[in-house]
């Protein structure tokens, strides 16, 4: 039968993903992956010999097509990224669209994604938040970020250890210095920390101690303003 499966992968931890998602991608015909060199080392960890194919952003616009083409002919396709679920910041949405308007069948497993144990752990209010990801990096970037000024939710970021003093320079500068905020790295794996605190506090600190690995930015919606001191979990 033919369909499409999103398959959330560890963020970090091989031992994250769940006995289902195993299940699919054993038993799929083909494997989509962002990248194949980082995907061959949990697949070969788990003993999986599933044919694999390279879908990332800078071939999917090319692929979708021939990819439903196969799909309309029995093929199970299982879809997964480096790392998390699938459209989340990563290649998905543009194959999953087109699944859906040639009626091929798409499914979701559930699984994991660093924005949620970033949220939960940071302290602030999870009870409605928005997930931004990645804010632009050149072109409408400062507006995005002026925009956010009001926003009373939880804000989620994704940042890349280069850019993080940056940005959180930044967000101080449009949301207000004490603005509470934490700011999550590693998630999952040995070295995995969260530093709390007001975003001027936090961008002083990694300033000090330069940041590694995947970064998580959390900050409060306008209306928790409270400052905070820069304390560390790890």
């Known amino acids: 039968m033919s369909k499409l499966i999103l398959v959330p992968t560890p963020i970090g931890n091989l031992g994250d993903i ?15 992956a962002e990248d194949t060199r980082k995907s061959r080392i949990l697949l070969d960890h788990y003993g999986i010999r599933v044919p694999l194919r390279s879908h990332h952003k800078f071939n999917e616009h090319k692929t979708i097509e021939s990819l439903c083409d196969l799909m309309e002919r029995g093929t ?9 679920t699938p459209g989340i910041s ?3 949405f543009l194959l999953v669209r087109l699944c859906i308007e040639r009626e091929i069948p798409v499914e979701s497993l559930p699984g994991p994604t660093a924005f949620v144990p970033a949220l939960v752990n940071s302290g602030l209010p999870s009870d409605r938040f928005c997930f931004e990801g990645f804010l632009p990096q050149k072109k409408g970037r400062q507006k995005r970020i002026s925009a956010l000024a009001g926003e009373e939710r ?3 970021f994704y940042e890349s250890p280069f850019r993080l003093v940056k940005t959180l320079e930044e967000l101080a500068a449009a949301l207000g210095a004490e603005r509470r905020a934490s700011v999550s790295r590693e998630l999952t794996k040995k070295f995995e920390e969260t530093v709390r605190g007001s975003l001027s506090s936090l961008a002083a600190h990694f300033r000090e101690t330069a940041p590694r690995g995947e970064i998580v ?10 400052a905070g001191h820069v304390t560390g979990s790890e």
Request: charged share 20%.
């Open 18 to 32: 769940t006995v289902r998602a195993l299940e699919v991608l054993k038993s799929a015909d083909l494997i989509l």
């Open 76 to 84: 199970v396709t299982a879809l997964i990224t480096d790392a998390g």
């Open 154 to 156: 939880t804000m989620i």
């Open 217 to 226: 930015i959390t900050v409060a919606g306008s209306r928790d303003k409270t």
């Open 90 to 92: 990563d290649p998905g």
